[in-house]
Structures are given as structure tokens and as C-alpha cells.
């Protein structure tokens, strides 16, 4: 396989509908240097086969196909596939996301730039606006419920704010190879949160760019909570409670043990301000009613008394 720029890595197993889905949205790509690695993880060989087999003349070889005999995990997966090829670049794209036509070009072209602001770290990648998409499973097809922008009030990637919770999704972010020798790879002994845990080490030693454009698509299918067309964030909705508490544990242990403030205080700090304006937002929400009504009854006073 030659060496392409950028490495689209697909995990999948068993969701040929999705999968379909996907195979289009890196095949509408503008840009064209790619190479897709799909990382079957245990699911339908033949299957997969079948849903790719009419799409095989577009890809033109850019494609490379790994069948697990049985499933390894989502992170492993991932591993795998960005293993098994060479790029410049790597970007994670689920099986059940996908992407707007613009998304490599414009991914690619800002991390070529050379006059992005710097204080002396290098950018190892860069994220786009989401658009999150409601949607569920209508027999053989997907029907689109709701969307609505996911993290457009974000105006830069803070190291603060990601220790917080995890504002991006895989679909939305591009990254250089060559951090992965600093940072490491996906962790394999996370069931869930290892993507927040793969941006936050990122984000510790390198700078993440944004293009403020939705140009990544988040879906998500709510009423499917368990089967292979579940999302992991709702189908695995308890395993993310605990296993986010126990992960916090031990970035603040690591720091404990090491005498220092580090990242477990602030991913812990973080959690603590997210559960303090989660109980004070229903009262902003009243307080900024009630000015705009005592708003419109001043202009009504004012008005009122001008026409007199």
C-alpha cells in the first residue's frame, strides 16, 4: 500500500447499513489522498465484502480490509488499523458517523498552513465543529430524527476545558502520526473513554487547532440501547459512569503518588464545576427569563409614556 497523507481508520462489526453510510462518506471526500482501513472486528467477513463490493471500482486501491477473528475492542481496533498502514495523517471514522464533502480539504489545508498563532508548541492536529444527528434504525434504512450543532460554542481546544469532559468526537479530529511516538496509542484496557483519554494526551503536549465549520457529523441513535446498532455512549451508558469515576481516580492517585497537581486535579476540578453548573442552570435559565420580561416592561413604560 502506498503512503497516502491521510489514514482513515474504520472500526465496524456487524452494522452493514452504517457501514454503507461511512464507505460513502469517505468516498465523497474532495480530497482524494487517502487510504481507508476497515478494521472488521469479529463481525460478518462476508458481509462486510458484500457491502464494499460495489464500491470498489471509486477506491481506486485506497483501500486495505482487516478481519478480525474475533473482536479485540474498539481502541485495539483501532490500533490495528492505524498500524497497518503509513500516513501522514490518521483520523478515526466510526462506522455510524460521517462526514461533510469539505472535511480532509479543509482538515488538511490548515495543518499545512504555516501561520497558525503559536507560543511555542507544535499543532499534532485539529478538530471541526459536530453536528450531532439524532436518528434510528427503520428496517433496513436510517431515518434522521433531529440535529442540532454539538460543541459550536467552543472558540479554541483548552487543555482546561477537555479535562473537564471530552468536547470532540473522533469523527471531528485529525491528527499527526508522527505524536503518536510521544503520546502513545489508544489505551486497550478502556472499554469506553478511550477517546477522551487519547485527545487529553494529545492536548497535554501538543496544540489542537479548530475550524469553526460543521463539518463533522455525530450520530447517535438514543432508543437503541443494547445490539450492535447501539451507540456506546447510550447502549454502554452505564459502563461510561464507571469507568469514568475509576479513570479520575487514577489520574489523581498518579498525581497523589507523585506529589504534584497535575492532570488527575484537573480532570477532577473539571468534574466538580460540570456538577456545580449542571444544578445552577435551571436557575439561569429563570433569571434570564425573568430579565427579559422585566426588559420588555420597561420598553412597554417608556413607550407608554412617550405617547402620552
Known amino acids: ?18 457501514l454503507e453510510r461511512a464507505i460513502h462518506s469517505v468516498l465523497e471526500q474532495k480530497f482524494h489522498d487517502w487510504t481507508h482501513v476497515i478494521v472488521n472486528d469479529g463481525g460478518d467477513a462476508e458481509e462486510v465484502q458484500r457491502t464494499l463490493a460495489p464500491n470498489l471500482e471509486a477506491y481506486r486501491g485506497r483501500i486495505a480490509i482487516i478481519n478480525n477473528p474475533a473482536s479485540v475492542g474498539m481502541e485495539a481496533a483501532s490500533n490495528i488499523g ?24 479543509r482538515c488538511v489545508a490548515f495543518m499545512d498552513a504555516g501561520d497558525k498563532p503559536n507560543l511555542g508548541s507544535e499543532y499534532g492536529g485539529v478538530i471541526t465543529y459536530s453536528l450531532r444527528i439524532l436518528e434510528e ?14 460543541n459550536t460554542w467552543l472558540k479554541s481546544v483548552s487543555l482546561f476545558r477537555l479535562a473537564s469532559s471530552n468536547v470532540f468526537p473522533p469523527i471531528s479530529f ?19 473513554l478511550g477517546d477522551w483519554d487519547f485527545h487529553l494526551r494529545v492536548c497535554m503536549q501538543y496544540e489542537i487547532g479548530l475550524i469553526p465549520e460543521l463539518l463533522a457529523y455525530y450520530h447517535h441513535r438514543e432508543s437503541i440501547k443494547s445490539g450492535e446498532y447501539g451507540n456506546t455512549v ?21 498525581d497523589l503518588r507523585e506529589g504534584k497537581a497535575g492532570i488527575g486535579y484537573l480532570v477532577n476540578i473539571g468534574r466538580s464545576f460540570e456538577h456545580l453548573h449542571a444544578q445552577l442552570y435551571p436557575f439561569e435559565r429563570v433569571l434570564t427569563r425573568l430579565r427579559g420580561v422585566g426588559l420588555i416592561r420597561r420598553l412597554a413604560r417608556t413607550f407608554y409614556r412617550g405617547g402620552r
Open 137 to 150: 434504525m427503520d428496517g433496513e434504512s436510517v431515518r434522521t430524527i433531529a440535529s442540532d450543532p454539538f
Open 234 to 254: 447510550h447502549a454502554a451508558d452505564d459502563k461510561h459512569h464507571v469507568y469514568d469515576a475509576l479513570y479520575r481516580n487514577s489520574l489523581l492517585r498518579r
Open 82 to 105: 492505524i498500524r497497518t498502514c503509513d500516513s501522514e495523517f490518521v483520523v478515526i471514522h466510526d462506522d455510524d458517523d460521517s462526514w461533510h464533502p469539505d472535511f480532509l480539504q
Open 1 to 18: 500500500m502506498n503512503r497516502a497523507r491521510v489514514a482513515v481508520v474504520t472500526r465496524t462489526k456487524n452494522r452493514a447499513i452504517l
Open 174 to 192: 485529525l491528527f499527526r502520526r508522527e505524536l503518536l511516538d510521544k503520546v502513545g496509542y489508544f489505551r486497550e484496557d478502556l472499554p469506553v
